[in-house]
């Protein structure tokens, strides 16, 4: 069995999946699983606020407009999508960080944010 196929969350359980409509992940399999090739970190499954949406436009990075070209219809309010964990962590610190899926946030992302912060933007306790 490979890494990838046994991909645990920040709780220690094995990771969920983050979206298939719109399909996300580093690898484009609905999860957020990451591997040597992944060097954005895409850790953390995010729920697409306006807000945030705006300020990663405003960071160069659009996750609004589509781009056919990559199979990608552009995110809004509401979708859930796999972040680069220093995106998210950008995102905490000018105070508009998006709520996150804690079963399919990767374990990885415990190396840079402790899991108490995390659970500050779980989505299924701040509904």
């Known amino acids: 069995m490979s890494a990838q196929e046994i991909a645990r969350n920040v709780l220690g359980e094995p990771l969920s999946p983050c ?57 809004q309010a509401g979708d859930q999508w796999c972040l680069c964990l220093s995106r998210w962590l950008e995102a905490l610190e000018a105070g508009c960080a998006p709520k996150i899926k804690l079963e399919s946030t990767h374990l990885k992302a415990l190396e840079r944010v402790d899991l108490e912060t995390l659970k500050r933007y779980d989505a299924a306790q701040t509904v």
């Not at 719109?22 to 729920?47: E, M, N, Q, W």
């Not at 606020?49 to 990075?61: I, K, P, T, V």
């Open 19 to 75: 979206s298939f409509e719109p399909l996300t992940g580093f690898y484009r399999d609905g999860c957020c699983k990451t591997g040597p090739d992944d060097v954005g970190s895409h850790l953390v499954c995010a729920i697409m606020s306006d807000e945030f949406l705006q300020f990663s436009y405003a960071r160069g990075n659009d996750l609004i407009t589509p781009r056919p070209e990559w199979r990608f219809a552009g995110l």
